[in-house]
């Protein structure tokens, strides 16, 4: 019996199938890579510059320069009331919306016009409706908290309305069998089944919304985002390693807050 | 007695012990007060309200219609911004690798190493992808490549993370199974745990994408490549009809990116 054709190596089973698959991934892989480092025209004398001047960053920002802590505080202080304050608007604009984003609840035309804008709001990064917010309400604060508002409604009414879609219809149905009118149902039937899960995923944008209010400073809309723009352009690197020190504080506790909270819920 | 009896037994059913109420109203109150402090110290201007619905309309009316001859310029920048993307994501899955192997607890040579690992995530998480862009650009100066390094920078928290919980959650039986073969400890992570992770690794890797594309769209804003240079500028010489182009452009990419998540995500599981 001739044995020679059989391998006496074992080799794990490729992940695409086949080794002749395998080798075609790794070569458009390699492909994409050669084009897209191509059409970009990355001069690797500058990657290389970089090196350099990122030690000489971190060499500035080391020790970090806590001693405008009057500054500090209050951007931060303005980024965590942002994020709460538009945390609370999102969740109470977003029950109306998850509502008529709802297929088992709304009307159909409703439902697609309430699906279109849920698409098309989430498509658009917070920084993008940040600037259209500071156009219209003036630089500040408010654009930030109006900015953080609307992406929160957005993101909280389609949690809202997976919610409500999943939702086991037996109560919906006893209710309306009963002769209970749209409100009552919403009332009786759903709210009791989505409420543990609707308050998680409100403390979980609370805490993403901690981790955009840093951000929407950059284009003038309040918090802290400011503050670290402005000293970035200064040069004034121990100072933004402060504050970059204080976000990752701020966003950590904010995390584990979140955590805490939704593991309570459950 | 009889009291005491009713006091234990009660007859109407609530939902909530007294203690449990007062608890739950402690929340509400909580969250009442922090309302108010946040919205009473932000100053708000109300003034401004009042003719903002106007402004919107005035704006919407000068955005329409969308200036198509500006289309053609916005590709280049669109294709950067969709390889900055990709790019960033790309080298973030090759560090996040050996940072899941070292955040997770089982893997992990020692509690020293955990920590680490547990410091850069949330380092690499907590900080913005824009912000790592004004990091980045500092280091690089403005163009795509420090864009790259800040989706890079960003996602390898985000990958290692949800990697790093499958590591702890891998099954048992056959790391124990390749262990009892006299493997090393590298044969083992390669053989034992790597191909358990690979599914999530995947789909949270295009799932990472598919939000990177949107992040990179306005990684322009602070110099750091891709189409929001073309964004920022056209706001800022109030070419609202090229505005329009430009969000509309955003707009298509980014949907078809994550259609193209979804599906890949949907076919892996």
């Known amino acids: 019996m001739n044995t020679a054709g059989y391998p006496t190596a074992w080799r794990p089973p490729s992940f695409f199938g086949t080794r002749g698959r395998q080798r075609l991934a790794l070569a458009g892989a390699l492909a994409y890579l050669a084009v897209s480092i191509g059409t970009l ?25 806590f001693s405008r802590t009057g500054l500090l505080f209050r951007g931060m202080v303005e980024s965590l009331q942002m994020a709460f304050a538009a945390t609370l ?62 992406s929160s409604t957005i993101f909280l009414a389609k949690m809202l309305a997976e919610d409500i879609e999943n939702v086991r219809v037996g109560p ?80 950590a506790l904010g995390e584990w807050f979140s955590d805490w909270v939704r593991r309570r819920l459950r | 007695m009889t009291a005491d009896l009713a006091a234990r037994y009660p007859t109407i059913w609530r939902r909530r ?69 990709t790019l960033g994501t790309a080298i973030g899955v090759v560090f996040s690798l050996p940072l899941a192997f070292l955040a997770a607890r089982n893997t992990t040579a020692n509690g020293f190493t955990w920590a680490i690992g547990r410091a ?21 100066g403005p163009g795509p490549l420090a864009g790259i390094a800040a989706v890079a920078a960003r996602s390898v928290g985000f990958l290692a993370k949800l990697v790093a919980e499958a590591i702890e959650e891998a099954d048992r039986g056959p790391i124990e199974a390749i262990e009892a073969t006299g493997a090393s400890t590298w044969q083992v992570y390669l053989v034992g745990i790597l191909p358990q992770v690979m599914p999530v690794l995947i789909g949270t890797t295009v799932y990472r994408w598919d939000i990177n594309v949107r992040e990179s769209s306005v990684l322009g804003f602070v110099g750091a490549g891709g189409i929001g240079i073309y964004l920022y500028a056209s706001i800022n010489q109030f070419a609202w009809q090229q505005v ?26």
């Open chain 1, 172 to 251: 919906i149905e006893a209710l309306r069998a009963t002769g209970a009118g749209f409100g009552q149902v919403v009332v009786y039937a759903i709210v009791p089944q989505v409420l543990t899960r609707t308050t998680g995923t409100a403390i979980y944008r609370l805490d993403a919304n901690v981790r955009h209010s840093t951000i929407v400073g950059i284009v003038g809309a309040g918090g802290i985002g400011h503050t670290l723009s402005a000293s970035f352009s200064r040069y004034d690197y121990d100072f933004a390693a402060a504050i970059l020190l204080c976000i990752i504080a701020l966003v």
């Open chain 2, 17 to 85: 012990s007294r203690r449990e109420s007062v608890i739950a109203w402690l929340w509400v109150a909580a969250v009442a007060a922090a309302s108010v402090w946040s919205v009473s110290a932000l100053d708000i201007e109300w003034l401004f309200f009042r003719d903002a619905h106007e402004q919107a309309i005035d704006l919407a009316q000068r955005m329409w219609p969308p200036r198509w001859s500006y289309l053609p310029q916005v590709v280049a920048p669109l294709i950067e911004t969709i390889h900055i993307a």
């Open chain 1, 41 to 65: 025209n990355i001069d690797p004398q500058r990657v290389l510059a970089g090196v350099g001047r990122a030690i000489d960053l971190f060499g500035r920002m080391i020790p970090p320069d």
């Open chain 2, 120 to 140: 850069l995530l949330v380092g690499s998480r907590s900080v913005n992808t824009v912000i790592w862009g004004l990091l980045f650009v500092a280091i690089f």
């Open chain 1, 89 to 150: 608007a999102g969740v109470v604009l977003s029950v109306p919306l998850g509502i008529a984003a709802a297929r088992n609840l709304a009307p159909r035309p409703v439902y697609l016009a309430a699906r279109g804008l849920i698409v098309v709001g989430r498509t658009f990064h917070e920084v993008i409706i940040a600037i259209f917010c500071v156009k219209l309400f003036g630089f500040g604060p408010v654009a930030g908290l109006i900015t953080l508002a609307i």
């Open chain 2, 244 to 269: 329009a182009v430009v969000l509309l452009a955003i707009l298509a990419v980014v949907i078809a990116s994550e259609a193209v998540s979804a599906r890949i995500r949907a076919r892996i599981s």
